[in-house]
């Protein structure tokens, strides 16, 4: 059974900070991992897809990587700003049984930048 | 901007009490997904369809939970005889699956809050 690791499950910075957000994933078979920020009260919003195929992958600040081998993805977000604050969630695509996948989420980690 | 939304955005209802959503997906997607995120958890899988076809349903579907999705456009979530433990974050999410599921990315609404009394 796929699961879905995000430590740490809560983080404090100070603005201008860089930092990593990590995901584990226990099952290599995937299609895909997506980063995804959630607002508190709202909806997700896709930040960043890895294909399985692909070791990372950029969108103006924020790097996101994956390791398939070892179950492994990183967020990077480089310069915090306090907009940034939010939690962030992983997902993976994964396939087994003929199914045609759907996303397994982890628990998210919740980010506040301080001014 | 024609991003996917969701009907209401926020539901409060008595126990035993039915309650429908609604999801429009975004217009050239192919694939809606339902999903059901309770605090401090990630979201759920629940159910998805492919244009009108229901391809996979969750074990947390259970025989109360329906979903439809008639002209491969809007879906409805209903829920029968809802319970305290049906109060989430109900979302759903539209995606175009084209060859693969390799590079398919899910959009997903704002959700609806769902709260049993």
């Known amino acids: 059974k796929q699961e879905v690791t995000q430590i740490p499950a809560a983080l404090s910075v100070p603005e201008g900070e860089n930092l990593v957000l990590n995901c584990s994933f226990t099952?290599?078979?995937?299609?895909?991992l997506q980063w995804f920020r959630q607002d508190p009260g709202k909806g997700l919003t896709s930040l960043l897809l890895i294909q399985s195929s692909q070791r990372e992958q950029t969108s103006g600040r924020l790097n996101a990587s994956l390791d398939k081998s070892s179950g492994r993805s990183t967020l990077y977000i480089a310069a915090s700003q306090p907009g940034d604050s939010a939690t962030y969630l992983c997902?993976?695509?994964?396939?087994?049984?003929?199914?045609?996948?759907?996303?397994?989420f982890g628990k998210g980690t919740k980010l506040s930048v301080k001014p | 901007d024609t991003g996917v939304s969701q009907d209401p955005r926020h539901k409060i209802t008595k126990r035993g009490q039915n309650v429908t959503f609604r999801c429009d997906p975004i217009s050239e997607h192919n694939r809606l997904y339902w999903y059901r995120q309770t605090l401090g958890q990630g979201p759920e899988f629940l159910t998805y369809f492919q244009n009108e076809a229901q391809l996979e349903k969750s074990r947390l579907l259970s025989d109360r939970f329906s979903a439809e999705r008639p002209k491969g456009s809007f879906s409805t979530l209903e829920i029968q005889r809802t319970e305290q433990g049906d109060s989430a974050m109900y979302l759903c999410?539209?995606?175009?699956?084209?060859?693969?599921?390799?590079?398919?990315?899910?959009?997903f609404g704002s959700g609806t809050q769902l709260s049993v009394l």
């Open positions: 099952d290599s078979a995937i299609y895909n």
């Open positions: 997902a993976v695509r994964h396939y087994y049984g003929g199914s045609q996948g759907n996303l397994i």
């Open positions: 999410a539209s995606s175009l699956r084209q060859a693969s599921s390799t590079n398919e990315k899910l959009f």
